[in-house]
Protein backbone atom coordinates (compact mmCIF):
# COMPACT_ATOMS: atom_id res chain seq x y z
CA UNK A 1 0.00 0.00 0.00
CA UNK A 2 1.29 3.58 -1.04
CA UNK A 3 1.50 5.49 2.02
CA UNK A 4 2.52 9.04 2.95
CA UNK A 5 3.26 9.67 6.68
CA UNK A 6 3.42 13.07 8.53
CA UNK A 7 5.58 13.92 12.00
CA UNK A 8 6.47 16.83 13.88
CA UNK A 9 3.42 17.73 15.01
CA UNK A 10 2.43 19.40 18.44
CA UNK A 11 2.13 22.16 21.14
CA UNK A 12 3.98 25.53 20.33
CA UNK A 13 4.26 29.06 21.56
CA UNK A 14 2.51 32.12 19.47
CA UNK A 15 5.65 33.10 17.59
CA UNK A 16 7.60 29.79 18.26
CA UNK A 17 8.85 27.48 15.33
CA UNK A 18 8.17 23.58 13.65
CA UNK A 19 9.36 21.66 11.17
CA UNK A 20 7.12 19.26 9.60
CA UNK A 21 7.84 16.11 7.93
CA UNK A 22 6.44 13.96 5.36
CA UNK A 23 8.20 10.56 4.27
CA UNK A 24 6.77 8.40 1.34
CA UNK A 25 6.91 5.04 1.25
CA UNK A 26 5.88 1.89 -1.51
CA UNK A 27 5.39 4.94 -3.94
CA UNK A 28 6.85 6.69 -6.49
CA UNK A 29 7.91 10.15 -4.97
CA UNK A 30 10.80 11.97 -7.07
CA UNK A 31 8.35 12.06 -10.27
CA UNK A 32 5.81 13.73 -8.30
CA UNK A 33 5.17 17.30 -6.73
CA UNK A 34 3.76 17.59 -3.26
CA UNK A 35 1.43 19.65 -1.10
CA UNK A 36 0.27 20.62 2.04
CA UNK A 37 -3.01 20.97 3.37
CA UNK A 38 -4.42 21.98 6.60
CA UNK A 39 -7.76 21.36 8.20
CA UNK A 40 -9.10 22.90 11.40
CA UNK A 41 -10.47 20.11 13.18
CA UNK A 42 -14.82 20.21 12.01
CA UNK A 43 -13.61 22.35 9.59
CA UNK A 44 -12.81 22.58 5.75
CA UNK A 45 -9.49 22.02 3.88
CA UNK A 46 -7.18 24.89 3.16
CA UNK A 47 -4.34 24.90 1.15
CA UNK A 48 -1.02 25.75 2.48
CA UNK A 49 1.69 25.40 0.38
CA UNK A 50 3.20 23.18 -3.02
CA UNK A 51 6.41 21.80 -4.18
CA UNK A 52 7.40 20.44 -7.83
CA UNK A 53 9.20 17.03 -8.71
CA UNK A 54 12.37 18.84 -7.80
CA UNK A 55 12.41 21.18 -5.70
CA UNK A 56 12.46 24.69 -8.33
CA UNK A 57 9.00 26.07 -7.95
CA UNK A 58 6.84 26.75 -4.69
CA UNK A 59 3.89 28.16 -4.09
CA UNK A 60 1.83 29.37 -1.05
CA UNK A 61 -1.20 30.43 0.42
CA UNK A 62 -1.44 34.13 1.03
CA UNK A 63 -2.31 33.30 4.86
CA UNK A 64 1.25 31.75 5.35
CA UNK A 65 3.48 32.90 2.60
CA UNK A 66 6.50 35.05 4.29
CA UNK A 67 6.20 32.45 7.51
CA UNK A 68 6.65 29.32 5.70
CA UNK A 69 9.05 27.44 3.96
CA UNK A 70 8.18 23.93 1.90
CA UNK A 71 11.26 21.68 0.76
CA UNK A 72 11.82 17.94 -0.64
CA UNK A 73 14.49 15.64 0.01
CA UNK A 74 14.22 13.20 -3.09
CA UNK A 75 16.37 10.62 -1.70
CA UNK A 76 14.91 10.71 1.00
CA UNK A 77 11.86 10.38 -0.32
CA UNK A 78 10.79 13.22 2.01
CA UNK A 79 8.90 16.41 1.85
CA UNK A 80 9.45 19.25 4.88
CA UNK A 81 7.51 22.35 6.10
CA UNK A 82 9.54 24.48 8.36
CA UNK A 83 6.80 27.19 10.04
CA UNK A 84 7.63 30.10 11.75
CA UNK A 85 6.06 33.13 13.67
CA UNK A 86 3.22 30.56 14.16
CA UNK A 87 0.33 32.25 15.33
CA UNK A 88 -3.48 30.52 16.65
CA UNK A 89 -4.92 30.72 13.88
CA UNK A 90 -2.06 27.84 12.20
CA UNK A 91 -3.55 25.57 14.93
CA UNK A 92 -5.05 22.57 12.44
CA UNK A 93 -4.51 18.84 11.52
CA UNK A 94 -1.47 19.14 8.29
CA UNK A 95 -2.02 16.80 5.53
CA UNK A 96 0.70 16.14 3.39
CA UNK A 97 -0.16 14.75 -0.30
CA UNK A 98 1.21 13.61 -3.54
CA UNK A 99 -0.38 15.22 -6.67
CA UNK A 100 -1.39 13.36 -9.74
CA UNK A 101 1.57 14.74 -11.53
CA UNK A 102 4.77 16.66 -11.54
CA UNK A 103 4.02 20.17 -11.53
CA UNK A 104 2.50 22.80 -8.70
CA UNK A 105 -1.09 23.25 -8.75
CA UNK A 106 -2.76 20.43 -9.68
CA UNK A 107 -4.98 17.43 -7.49
CA UNK A 108 -3.52 15.38 -4.95
CA UNK A 109 -3.81 12.20 -5.58
CA UNK A 110 -2.32 10.15 -2.16
CA UNK A 111 -2.84 11.74 1.30
CA UNK A 112 -1.28 11.23 4.34
CA UNK A 113 -3.31 10.86 7.56
CA UNK A 114 -1.93 14.52 8.93
CA UNK A 115 0.06 15.84 12.39
CA UNK A 116 -1.99 17.87 14.50
CA UNK A 117 -0.39 21.56 15.04
CA UNK A 118 -1.38 23.41 18.02
CA UNK A 119 -0.49 27.10 18.37
CA UNK A 120 -1.34 28.26 22.12
CA UNK A 121 0.20 29.89 25.00
CA UNK B 1 -8.50 34.36 -4.84
CA UNK B 2 -10.67 32.03 -7.06
CA UNK B 3 -13.90 31.52 -4.33
CA UNK B 4 -15.42 28.05 -4.21
CA UNK B 5 -18.91 28.36 -3.56
CA UNK B 6 -20.82 24.77 -2.69
CA UNK B 7 -24.34 23.77 -2.56
CA UNK B 8 -26.13 22.02 -0.96
CA UNK B 9 -24.76 22.47 2.59
CA UNK B 10 -26.08 19.22 3.61
CA UNK B 11 -28.11 16.52 1.00
CA UNK B 12 -30.16 13.68 2.74
CA UNK B 13 -30.26 10.80 0.55
CA UNK B 14 -31.91 7.48 0.51
CA UNK B 15 -29.59 4.20 -0.76
CA UNK B 16 -30.06 3.74 -3.65
CA UNK B 17 -30.93 7.80 -4.66
CA UNK B 18 -28.96 9.66 -7.02
CA UNK B 19 -27.12 12.41 -5.62
CA UNK B 20 -26.02 16.04 -7.38
CA UNK B 21 -23.73 18.07 -5.80
CA UNK B 22 -22.91 21.52 -7.23
CA UNK B 23 -19.82 23.93 -6.87
CA UNK B 24 -20.02 26.77 -8.93
CA UNK B 25 -16.41 29.29 -9.40
CA UNK B 26 -15.91 32.72 -8.85
CA UNK B 27 -14.20 32.18 -12.51
CA UNK B 28 -13.03 30.09 -15.17
CA UNK B 29 -11.25 27.12 -13.97
CA UNK B 30 -10.99 25.46 -17.55
CA UNK B 31 -10.77 21.69 -16.96
CA UNK B 32 -8.80 21.98 -13.62
CA UNK B 33 -11.12 20.84 -10.96
CA UNK B 34 -10.94 17.98 -8.62
CA UNK B 35 -13.72 16.48 -6.27
CA UNK B 36 -12.78 14.72 -2.78
CA UNK B 37 -14.72 12.58 -0.39
CA UNK B 38 -13.86 12.91 3.72
CA UNK B 39 -15.46 10.62 6.36
CA UNK B 40 -14.51 11.52 10.26
CA UNK B 41 -11.07 10.82 11.01
CA UNK B 42 -9.72 10.14 7.45
CA UNK B 43 -7.78 11.83 5.55
CA UNK B 44 -9.75 13.17 1.89
CA UNK B 45 -9.69 10.57 -1.08
CA UNK B 46 -9.71 11.99 -4.81
CA UNK B 47 -12.56 11.24 -6.89
CA UNK B 48 -12.81 13.08 -9.46
CA UNK B 49 -9.69 15.43 -11.35
CA UNK B 50 -9.60 17.32 -14.81
CA UNK B 51 -13.66 17.80 -14.26
CA UNK B 52 -14.47 14.37 -15.11
CA UNK B 53 -11.56 11.92 -14.97
CA UNK B 54 -12.20 9.37 -12.13
CA UNK B 55 -9.08 8.62 -10.10
CA UNK B 56 -7.72 4.72 -9.57
CA UNK B 57 -9.54 2.92 -8.09
CA UNK B 58 -13.13 5.13 -7.76
CA UNK B 59 -15.91 3.46 -8.47
CA UNK B 60 -17.83 4.41 -12.09
CA UNK B 61 -21.26 5.35 -10.07
CA UNK B 62 -19.21 8.36 -9.22
CA UNK B 63 -19.23 11.29 -12.11
CA UNK B 64 -18.04 14.78 -12.98
CA UNK B 65 -19.01 17.03 -15.10
CA UNK B 66 -19.56 20.72 -16.10
CA UNK B 67 -17.52 23.49 -17.39
CA UNK B 68 -16.61 27.13 -16.70
CA UNK B 69 -17.55 28.11 -13.63
CA UNK B 70 -20.14 25.46 -12.69
CA UNK B 71 -19.82 21.82 -11.82
CA UNK B 72 -21.52 18.40 -11.20
CA UNK B 73 -20.71 15.36 -9.19
CA UNK B 74 -23.50 12.85 -9.45
CA UNK B 75 -23.65 9.72 -7.44
CA UNK B 76 -25.94 7.38 -9.96
CA UNK B 77 -26.91 5.03 -7.48
CA UNK B 78 -26.06 6.03 -3.21
CA UNK B 79 -24.50 3.48 -0.98
CA UNK B 80 -23.73 3.18 2.20
CA UNK B 81 -19.89 3.94 2.05
CA UNK B 82 -20.66 6.95 -0.01
CA UNK B 83 -21.70 8.96 3.08
CA UNK B 84 -19.69 12.11 4.21
CA UNK B 85 -17.96 15.61 3.46
CA UNK B 86 -17.46 16.34 -0.36
CA UNK B 87 -14.88 18.99 -1.39
CA UNK B 88 -14.83 20.19 -4.57
CA UNK B 89 -11.17 21.99 -5.55
CA UNK B 90 -9.54 24.19 -8.33
CA UNK B 91 -6.10 24.17 -9.09
CA UNK B 92 -6.24 26.67 -12.27
CA UNK B 93 -5.16 30.10 -10.69
CA UNK B 94 -3.28 29.05 -7.06
CA UNK B 95 -5.44 26.13 -5.20
CA UNK B 96 -8.67 26.52 -3.58
CA UNK B 97 -11.17 24.42 -1.83
CA UNK B 98 -15.15 24.57 -1.36
CA UNK B 99 -16.76 24.48 1.99
CA UNK B 100 -18.26 21.33 1.49
CA UNK B 101 -21.28 19.34 1.35
CA UNK B 102 -22.09 16.60 3.79
CA UNK B 103 -24.14 14.10 2.39
CA UNK B 104 -25.93 11.69 4.97
CA UNK B 105 -28.70 9.32 5.14
CA UNK B 106 -32.65 9.52 5.18
Known amino acids: EEVLVESGGGVVRPGGSLRLSCVAS????????MTWVRQVPGKGLEWVSD????????AYSDSVKGRFTISRENAKNSLFLQMSGLRAEDTALYFC??????????????WGRGTMVTVSS | ETVMTQSPATLSVSPGERATLSCMTS??????LAWYQQKPGQAPRLLIY???TRAPGIPARFSGGGSGTEFTLTISSLQSEDFGVYYC????????FGQGTKVDFK
Open chain 1, 97 to 110: ARHISWNIYDAFEI
Open chain 1, 26 to 33: RLTFHDYA
Open chain 1, 51 to 58: INWNGSRT
Open chain 2, 27 to 32: QSVGGH
Open chain 2, 50 to 52: GVS
Open chain 2, 89 to 96: QQYNSSVT
